[in-house]
Structure formats: structure tokens, C-alpha cells
T-cell receptor, first 117, second 116 residues
Framework: DARVTQTPRHKVTEMGQEVTMRCQPI?????VFWYRQTMMQGLELLAY????????DSGMPKDRFSAEMPDATLATLKIQPSEPRDSAVYFC???????????????FGPGTRLTVL | AQSVTQLDSHVSVSEGTPVLLRCNYS??????LFWYVQHPNKGLQLLLK??????LVKGINGFEAEFKKSETSFHLTKPSAHMSDAAEYFC??????????????FGRGTSLIVHP
């Protein structure tokens, strides 16, 4: 049963510290999404990759957030320095990303719950 | 441009009664529409999707949704609620001009509460 994995599941850190969240997409999927979920804002898209290339990161605060795909099996989301307002659940999702279609299903990981003190 | 509006932030039903979660969308192109469910402390899972085939779409766990272009709606229904249906439900629209990349838009979510 293929699934998206995310590590760590929970992270508590202090303001100013660097945080790195990792995602392993389903093997063979070539799109990856990073989302942030909070009670106030709901689900926000932070970044979107296709074939490891970033296609959209307009939702991501550029001064402190960065997203990369070092290879097809790993996506990372980094926050440096972290702030209390970054506390949220961060989800990664992957999809087959068939070119020219809007019908792609996203498969979500279990999320990383981040608390910044 | 595309957008999606979930008309109710909370819906409360009794077990065994019908469920209706409402979703309206806006899209400049022929859209694909999805419903995802999120159980507490879990990731989102696809319930069903509409991709321009049959307008009545059946999903998992007895849910179904009907695409109504004239009303720009994609409401989610279930004849009889079960306690395990208590969760957050997200309506999603995805559309793009002929081919190319796309970015789906998520609604704010509807929390379904099921009373015994």
C-alpha cells in the first residue's frame, strides 16, 4: 500500500531555530505539494513541484522558507529562522502529474505538527 | 481564475440521517472537482472526483456528489450518516487552459458533526 511519508511527525522548537521537514512522495509520482494548515487560515498552498522543478511557491514567505527536491524520492521544506506564527501542521502531497490534465488526485502524507515556542 | 466556496463551516446531523455538504465553484475553464476528507490528526484522503464524465459521482463510504454546471455546484451527499463520518470535508476545484500545469484551489472546509 503505497503512501506518502513525512518526518518528523511532531516537532517542538524554539523561536530562531532552523526547522527541516522531509517528505517522501509515492514512488513514480512526479508532482509534490507542500501545504500549511492552521485554524485561522485553513489549508494554504506553499509550494508545488513537477519533475523536481519548482513551479509555484508564491504562497511561501520567501525570507524564511525554502523548499527543494534534492532527488525524486525526497522533498524538503525548511524554515530559518522559525517564528511562533509558523506553528501549524505542514502537509506534503504527491500526484502522478499527468501532463495536460487537471484530474490528478493528490495523496497526502500524515503531516508534521510544528510548534515554535 | 478559479475559486471554491463551502457554504457551511459546520454541519451537524444525527446518526442515520442524510448528510448534505454544499460546495459552489467558479472557474473560467471546464473544471475538475474533488471532495477530500480529513479525520482528526490525519492527512486528507480523496472521497471522490468529477472529471467531465458522469455528472453523478460515487465515492467511498457511500458518499456521492452531483456536478451541476448551471448552478456551479458540487454538493456532497450521503443517505445515512455514520458516527465514523465525523470529520472535516474539503471541496477542491482544479482547472487550466488547454493542458499545462495547474494548481488546485481548496475550500475552507466543512466540519461534519454526527450525533448518536
Amino acid at each position: 500500500d503505497a503512501r506518502v511519508t513525512q518526518t518528523p511527525r511532531h516537532k517542538v522548537t524554539e523561536m530562531g531555530q532552523e526547522v527541516t521537514m522531509r517528505c517522501q512522495p509515492i514512488l513514480g509520482h512526479n508532482t509534490v505539494f507542500w501545504y500549511r494548515q492552521t485554524m485561522m487560515q485553513g489549508l494554504e498552498l506553499l509550494a508545488y513541484f513537477r519533475n523536481r522543478a519548482p513551479l509555484d511557491d508564491s504562497g511561501m514567505p520567501k525570507d524564511r522558507f525554502s523548499a527543494e527536491m534534492p532527488d525524486a524520492t525526497l522533498a524538503t521544506l525548511k524554515i530559518q529562522p522559525s517564528e511562533p506564527r509558523d506553528s501549524a501542521v505542514y502537509f506534503c502531497a504527491s500526484g502522478t502529474g499527468l501532463s495536460g490534465t487537471t484530474t490528478d488526485t493528490q495523496y497526502f502524507g500524515p503531516g508534521t505538527r510544528l510548534t515554535v515556542l | 481564475a478559479q475559486s471554491v466556496t463551502q457554504l457551511d463551516s459546520h454541519v451537524s446531523v444525527s446518526e442515520g440521517t442524510p448528510v448534505l455538504l454544499r460546495c459552489n465553484y467558479s472557474s473560467s475553464y471546464s473544471p475538475s472537482l474533488f471532495w477530500y476528507v480529513q479525520h482528526p490528526n490525519k492527512g486528507l484522503q480523496l472521497l471522490l472526483k468529477y472529471t467531465s464524465a458522469a455528472t453523478l459521482v460515487k465515492g467511498i463510504n457511500g458518499f456521492e456528489a452531483e456536478f451541476k454546471k448551471s448552478e456551479t455546484s458540487f454538493h456532497l451527499t450521503k443517505p445515512s450518516a455514520h458516527m465514523s463520518d465525523a470529520a472535516e470535508y474539503f471541496c477542491v476545484v482544479s482547472s487550466s487552459p488547454s493542458g499545462g500545469s495547474y494548481i488546485p484551489t481548496f475550500g475552507r472546509g466543512t466540519s461534519l458533526i454526527v450525533h448518536p
